[in-house]
């Protein structure tokens, strides 16, 4: 078997569960490879039944206390019993695993594994497997990997599957040359991807992460230099001089800019007169006004005779840029126009040929944007929004949509400096460090489940004042359709604990498009009091009427992820508060959190996160929650990625076109990685 084989070449991988892998992206034997767990599963001792704790994956012992009775709700059979041990009991269940009722006896001492879960306020265990006491002996303190599945696809197909091809495909040599491999103590690719999949313990996990870690940044370093290269002090074919529609909506905007947008926005319009390309990263934290600069950009080339174009990571985030830059930017005659993946065929057709007859000045969409069926009449800029949810490459397919364009980059992850300049080597940065000066700091409190009545009592209020909610629950189970249900459930919940008068509504990752866009619409225009979501709010949405934000579960996500989503609320006058509900108020979870309630600055956040988890912490969350990066976090491998980043440097130095023949198997790579062949 080799690695560009098909994954049906795998045995026990048909036609119907091929175009499952299909759907999870993976075609070849390689690409099954590189699908690495999200995370894994420990099998811990048993544990007394009064010790359990809601969310815990456990392991008990004992015997059912009532007999186990099976119950048909809807089209669902379910089984229901107590189980017990000498010291409680607790309620277990099982989902249309009718053929179970036989095996289940009276007086016999089972084995129980399953996840604690709360269900209409009672703890109980839900679908837990029967262990026999050999497997309970063999697995106890062994790491099995989790996968992130789709639909109709189990954690034992994709572990199974990837076995086989562990064993059975045959090891190319590693890409990773010698010198780097010995330089810095580096295993081999082919240990690591075995040890990432099956590790035999905690250390052989940190060794192979480190190494996979190691050679995302080494590549990602490496094509970031090519890139610079070809982009060094390119010279523009665009003359912006104009202004008069520019210096028009500075003075039109209902406030000025704070200190940090005027440098930037000074340091934005050097570029674009410079008469050299602008490669140039705006970053700043959340809330601190990017889009506007955007926009002044965006208008800048319009008056000018030129298109811009701005891309962003999700739909409902293009809608609300869409219709703020129509409000401020066509009663200057600018044409705005949106393109998303949603749209109708016949909707895409029509702004295709405005866009390609220049009747659009100003675009704003999702990918669609870089799609090859757009083109674009007289490009001039692009904009990215939320870089970090962009790779390199998208960014770059963005600008070759155009001749030598002006590149404006935004990101608000909270990073210092000196990542900055290694992650954007290739950009010069601009970094808003003020907030505007009207906002009040957000009020912040870390508290557990037991907070929760006096929560809604307090969101009750600030409804009742005019404001708007958000409340945001983690998925909570492995497969994709109970994300939904989690969220629908605690709506359900939700509705029941509070006053028929306030309108609660759900948004989840799973829903519609146009259903998610019509939701947040109602919320942003206060339709919606209080709204129930999943981290799909987590990019860019301003409701700044929305005063209130509680975070359930804030344990299970990283302090940055947790930063960014407090993020969405304080972009008013008025007073905002942060709840954050650890579901789990162990001692390490509310110090944790406590660093947020401690500070409103990201970059502070962060770092104080990482200090207090240390290097030990390999089964943290990622801290960061962005998708440049498979398995690495830019904030707990902060230390790899500079190492990654001086041997990138290095070899630049000696090999720069990758001909030596000890870099063959180097620059394959770096052609499958960049898309391109390496010319320069
Ligand atoms: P982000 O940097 O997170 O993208 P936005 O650009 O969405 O932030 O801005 C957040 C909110 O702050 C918006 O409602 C915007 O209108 C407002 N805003 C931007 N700049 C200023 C300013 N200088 N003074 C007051 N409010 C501002
Ligand atoms: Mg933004």
């Known amino acids: 078997m080799k690695a560009s084989d098909s994954i049906r070449t795998i045995k026990g991988i048909g036609e119907k569960s ?74 277990v269940s099982w989902f249309n695993m009718p053929y179970l009722m036989r095996s289940l006896k009276m007086g016999m001492r089972y084995i ?48 199974k599957a990837m076995a086989i091809a562990l064993k059975e495909c045959e090891a190319e040599s590693d890409f990773l040359p010698l010198e780097v491999r010995k330089g810095y103590g580096l295993q081999s690719h082919r240990k690591a991807v075995q040890m990432i999949h099956f590790p035999d313990s905690k250390e052989s996990y940190a060794k192979a992460r480190r190494r996979l870690v190691f050679e995302e940044f080494f590549l990602f370093s490496l094509a970031l230099r090519q890139v610079r290269e070809k982009k060094h002090s390119v010279v523009s074919p665009y003359c912006l001089k104009k202004q008069e529609k520019v210096k028009k909506l500075l003075c039109s905007l209902p406030y000025s800019l704070t200190s940090g947008q005027e440098k930037a926005w000074e340091e934005i319009q050097e570029d674009l007169q410079s008469g050299y390309v602008m490669n140039r990263l705006v970053q700043g934290d959340v809330g601190s006004g990017k889009t506007v600069l955007a926009m002044l950009s965006l208008l800048f080339a319009a008056e000018n005779g030129y298109q811009g174009a701005i891309m962003v990571p999700t739909e409902v985030l ?95 992850t909270p990073i210092p400096r000196t990542l900055a300049i290694i992650l954007y080597g290739d950009l010069d940065v601009s970094v808003i460090d003020v907030l505007p000066s009207e906002r009040l700091p957000i009020k912040n409190c ?20 005019g404001h708007q909610v958000y409340i945001i629950c983690p998925m909570v189970e492995e497969s994709e359709s109970s994300e939904a249900e989690n969220v629908m ?13 306030i309108h609660v509504e759900y948004l989840h990752g799973k829903m519609r498009p146009a259903l998610k866009n019509e939701i947040m619409e109602s919320f942003a225009s206060g339709k919606i009091d209080i709204l129930v979501s999943t981290t799909v709010i987590e990019v860019g949405i301003n409701v700044p009427n929305a005063t209130v934000m509680m975070i359930e579960n804030a344990e299970r996500f990283g302090l940055a992820q947790l930063h960014q989503l407090r993020g969405r609320v304080g972009r008013g006058k008025a007073q905002s508060y942060c709840i954050f509900m650890a579901g789990n108020p162990s001692k390490e979870t509310m110090e944790r959190l406590r660093i947020l309630e401690s500070s409103n600055d990201g970059f502070y956040v962060a770092r104080q996160d990482l200090k207090l988890r240390g290097p030990g912490d390999l089964f943290g969350i990622r801290q960061s929650g962005d ?33 030596c023949k000890k870099h063959e198997a180097l620059r394959k790579k770096m052609e499958q990685y960049t898309g391109e062949e390496i010319i320069m």
């Open 489 to 501: 459930d605690y709506t359900n919940t939700l509705r029941e604990a509070l006053p028929p008068s």
């Open 318 to 412: 293009a809608k609300q840029h869409y219709e703020e830059f129509q409000e401020f930017l066509e009663p200057f005659g600018i044409k705005v126009v949106l393109l998303t993946g949603s749209m109708t065929a016949a909707q895409k057709r029509e702004t295709c040929s405005l866009i390609e007859h220049h009747q659009a000045d100003v675009i704003v969409g999702t990918h669609a944007l870089i799609q090859e069926k757009v083109t674009y009449a007289n490009l001039a800029l692009v904009v990215t929004d939320e870089q970090h949810r962009f790779g390199v490459r998208q960014r770059e397919q963005f600008s070759a949509k155009g001749e030598a364009v002006h590149m404006l980059v935004m990101s608000a």
């Open 18 to 91: 091929g175009k499952l892998f299909g759907k999870l992206g993976i075609t070849t034997v390689e690409e099954l490879l590189a699908f690495y767990p999200r995370e894994y599963d420990l099998f811990t001792a048993i544990q007394p039944v009064s010790s359990v704790r809601e969310g815990e994956t456990v392991i008990l012992e004992g015997s059912f206390a009532t007999r186990p009775k099976m119950a048909s709700v809807r089209n669902l059979k379910i089984i229901s019993c107590m189980f017990r041990d000498s010291t409680g009991q607790i309620l």
């Open 112 to 159: 129980l594994r399953g996840r604690i879960v709360r269900k209409n306020g009672v703890l109980q265990m839900a679908q837990p497997k029967l262990l026999t006491k050999e497997e309970y002996a063999n697995q106890t303190g062994k790491l099995s990997p989790v996968y992130p599945l789709t639909a109709g696809l189990t954690n034992h197909a994709v572990a």
């Open 446 to 465: 870390a508290v557990d489940t037991n907070y929760r009545p006096q929560a809604y009592r307090f969101m009750e209020k600030q409804v009742r004042e």
């Open 627 to 659: 998708l440049l990066f498979g398995l690495a976090d830019i904030y707990q491998d902060a230390e790899e990625l500079q190492q990654a980043n001086e041997a990138a440097c290095s070899l630049e130095r000696r090999d720069i076109l990758l001909l």
